[in-house]
Each structure stands twice: as C-alpha cells, then as structure tokens.
T-cell receptor, first 114, second 112 residues
Framework: GAGVSQSPRYKVAKRGQDVALRCDPISGHVSLFWYQQALGQGPEFLTYFQNEAQLDKSGLPSDRFFAERPEGSVSTLKIQRTQQEDSAVYLC????????????FGPGTRLLVL | KQEVTQIPAALSVPEGENLVLNCSFTDSAIYNLQWFRQDPGKGLTSLLLIQSSQREQTSGRLNASLDKSSGRSTLYIAASQPGDSATYLCAVPKAAGNKLTFGGGTRVLVKP
C-alpha cells in the first residue's frame, strides 16, 4: 500500500517568497505530524493534527508558519515571507492515532531559501 | 523538557563487526521509545518500537534495550553490513501527547 507522500520533494525559494508544502498521509491515519530537520540534526516537532483539528502547534517557530488539514486527510504547511533560516527538510508523518503507535514518515521536502 | 542525546555522533566500523548505538533521555516518563533509520535524502524508516513496559525488542539482526529508570536505550546491530550505513535516530513521545522528541542521530559507516 502507499506510504506517506510529500510534494514537492525540492523547493528553492527567494527570501520573502511564500511556499506551500503538501503531505498525503496513509489512508485512514488519524494523526498527522510535521517536523523540521536542519542539516545534521534530528527532526524537531512543528505541529500535530488529529483528523482536521490542530491540537498542538507549539513547535511552529513563528507566525509565518501556518498548517492546515481541512478535511482530515491531506495537510499543507505554509511558510510566509521565507527567511534563510527556514532552509531545512520538512518531514510529515502519520499514525493510526494511539500514543502507542509507530509514526510513518514521508520522504520530506527539502526547502532552500536563497 | 525532554532532551534526547545520542553518542557517538558518528561511527565507522569494518563489515562484520557488531554495532552499538546509544540513546539517553532526561525524562523517564515515556510511553515508548522508537528507533529509526534515515538514508541520505530520504525520510525516516521505523526499525523498532519498545513499549515503556518492555525491556527489549528484537527484529532480525537488530536488538534494542530500554532502561527507563536510567533513561537509556541501546540499539545493537549484529554482523554489520555495508547496507547498514545510514543515520540512526532514537525518539520518545512526550508524556502528554505523542509528538516525538528526537536525538541528534548517529551516522554509521560500515566499510566493506
């Protein structure tokens, strides 16, 4: 079966541009997570959805970051007025929903802000 | 605040040697501990998940142990192969939810 997919895989943006990153979770997975991974570091939590409800956005680094999951499946992470420090890999993960469950990760979107 | 540390940051071994990767965490109130593998330019692949009530979990050549009281987990990979070369990450869910806190990873190179 299909895993978690993300698009685009690579994105180059000029500083100040807005970008939108898409995540298609595994069908039927209730929970969806976004993480940010800087070069050479482990992923860091950004935000969490349970179905369409955004239950935790404590990891979003600024109000330029916005995420949505309007129908409880596909999610979009939007970054407004991108800055160079936003350059990172953005990973999406989904799980069935229980705290005991494994999270399944997509391949990530590599964002480079020039 | 939970902090997860992985030492060493990088490891190079000849093929056939056993690998020992360490993970430590500061808050022992965890639901489980997960080990992931990450290949360059790729996402994370789940290797093992140890429930908080378990002491170890095995899958093929991989064995992971968990000592909650001391805040440590160890991933053992037996008889390493060049295909085991990757970055290995451990992660724990925050007690109040299931977002993961990751260590910085151990980058492993297995030389043929």
């Amino acid at each position: 079966g299909a895993g978690v997919s993300q698009s685009p895989r690579y994105k180059v943006a000029k500083r100040g541009q807005d970008v939108a990153l898409r995540c298609d979770p595994i069908s039927g997975h209730v929970s969806l997570f976004w993480y940010q991974q800087a070069l050479g570091q482990g992923p860091e939590f950004l935000t969490y959805f349970q179905n369409e409800a955004q239950l935790d956005k404590s990891g979003l680094p600024s109000d330029r970051f916005f995420a949505e999951r309007p129908e409880g499946s596909v999610s979009t992470l939007k970054i407004q007025r991108t800055q160079q420090e936003d350059s990172a890999v953005y990973l999406c993960a989904s799980s069935l929903g229980s705290a005991q469950e494994t999270q399944y990760f997509g391949p990530g979107t590599r964002l480079l802000v020039l | 605040k939970q902090e997860v540390t992985q030492i060493p940051a990088a490891l190079s071994v000849p093929e056939g040697e056993n690998l020992v990767l360490n993970c430590s965490f500061t808050d022992s109130a965890i639901y489980n501990l997960q080990w992931f593998r990450q290949d360059p330019g790729k996402g994370l692949t789940s290797l093992l998940l140890i429930q908080s009530s378990q002491r170890e979990q095995t899958s093929g050549r991989l064995n992971a142990s968990l000592d909650k009281s001391s805040g440590r987990s160890t991933l053992y990979i037996a008889a390493s192969q060049p295909g085991d070369s990757a970055t290995y990450l451990c992660a724990v869910p925050k007690a109040a939810g299931n977002k993961l806190t990751f260590g910085g990873g151990t980058r492993v190179l297995v030389k043929p």
